[in-house]
């Protein structure tokens, strides 16, 4: 319970003075908006002991599109600690207690699914996001799993984005796998995984309450090569291509056979 209490105290503080340098931060588009999120959820997750090992690196080439599996809200400041970026979310998000204030100061773009007219305004944010040289994140599921497994991806969502990747359509997607290892330093295992994934109707308070009294979570991220977007791209096969590398660093890492992925790199991974 004093965990608990302690690491809300902790965030609430950080919030309080972190919630107004960033709105003027992105008011006066001030370099300082791409590294409050980040120190922001870097400082969570050393809260929570939340370890993240990462394998590979983001990709230099711009403009560059992250394609991820999904689990967990977790998800988010374990991939926001590794280098600035912004998120492709869904709009309801947008609307959540405290949540969505983050996700707005943190230059997420939301996508409303159910209104296709919106999609040229979805993918000129998308493309002025992009311009500002940091990666965007896609979940390619449309969806968070079990945590277990990496579900279809959504060829949809990859070929309403090809405007948005640069000009005539071009730019770089590069696969991300995010897995959930280890609790208290055992082998999570696939009964366990429920700790950390955060799917269907699970309650966000009492799941988020859990992670706050237990922490102790390790997480691998790994970083696939990026694939080069041309105009006339097949999106099927970009989704096929890309989830089957995240498919295939996901088991690897769920599995324990890191040397079958990319090398770890120092935390957290250096971008340009």
């Known amino acids: 319970m ?14 309080i003075v972190g919630i107004p340098i960033q709105w003027l931060a992105l008011r006066l588009r001030l370099p300082l908006r791409r590294w409050v999120p980040w120190l922001f959820h870097r400082t969570c997750l050393a809260l929570l002991s939340v370890r993240v090992t990462v394998h590979g690196a983001p990709a230099l080439e711009r403009p560059l599109l992250f394609v991820s599996n999904h689990a967990s809200w977790l998800d988010i400041p374990v991939l926001s600690s590794i280098t600035p970026l912004a998120f492709i979310a869904k709009s309801e998000i947008a609307r959540w207690p405290l949540f969505g204030l983050f996700a707005k100061l943190q ?6 699914r159910s209104k296709r007219h919106a999609t040229g305004h979805v993918n000129r944010r998308i493309a002025a996001r992009l311009a500002e040289g940091d990666p965007v994140v896609l979940f390619g599921e449309g969806t968070s799993s ?15 984005l090809r405007e948005a990747l640069g000009e005539h359509g071009r730019g770089y997607v590069q696969p991300v796998s995010i897995a959930y290892t280890r609790l208290h330093g055992l082998p999570m295992g696939r009964q366990h995984r429920s700790f950390v994934a955060y799917y269907g109707d699970i309650d966000l308070l009492p799941h988020l309450a859990r992670v706050l009294r237990e922490g102790a979570i390790d997480v691998t991220v790994s970083f696939g090569l990026p694939f080069k977007v041309e105009p006339d791209m097949d999106r099927k096969a970009l989704a096929r291509s890309t989830e089957a590398a995240v498919r295939r660093m996901t088991s690897a890492a769920l599995a324990g056979r890191l040397e079958q992925l990319p090398g770890p790199v120092p935390f957290p991974a250096k971008t340009r």
């Open 2 to 15: 004093f965990r608990s209490v302690l690491i809300l105290v902790v965030v609430a503080v950080f919030t």
């Open 146 to 160: 079990d945590g277990n497994r990496v579900m279809p991806f959504r060829s949809a969502l990859l070929g309403a």
């Open 107 to 112: 230059r997420s773009i939301f996508v409303d």
